[in-house]
């Protein structure tokens, strides 16, 4: 069974940078596509980017092309997303999740997913 742990949350001030970490156990990472996915206080969860098994990003919010980006680290089995110039609005819970090789656009197709950490953007 595979289990991820978000980390790496934290209160940032706005325009500042942050990066999560998405640590993976009991099978390899290698085989996976990670989703990064937020969740506002009061909204749905929204897929942000994908990185696939070769390290091929997708942004699914447009809102934050140019400013986020993902990472893998198949060694450690750990995916990265680094955030910056980071924004109040962007404040929410972030989780990891996995699914098959390649991205998807919809929540269904990660089936496993972290605990989530909390990041709270600061004006």
């Known amino acids: 069974q595979l289990q991820l742990v978000e980390s790496g949350g934290g209160l940032v001030q706005a325009g500042e940078s942050r990066r999560l970490s998405c640590a993976a156990s009991g099978r390899k990472l290698d085989y996976y596509a990670i989703g990064w996915f937020r969740q506002a206080p009061g909204k749905e969860r929204e897929l942000v980017l994908c990185i696939d098994i070769g390290g091929e990003t997708t942004h699914y919010a447009n809102s934050v092309k140019g400013r986020f980006t993902a990472s893998r680290d198949n060694a450690r089995d750990t995916v990265y997303l680094q955030m910056n110039s980071l924004k109040p609005e962007e404040s929410a819970i972030y989780y990891c999740?996995?699914?098959?090789?390649?991205?998807?656009?919809?929540?269904?197709?990660?089936?496993?997913w972290g605990q989530g950490t909390q990041v709270t953007v600061s004006s």
């Open positions: 999740a996995a699914g098959g090789a390649y991205c998807s656009g919809s929540l269904g197709g990660y089936d496993y």
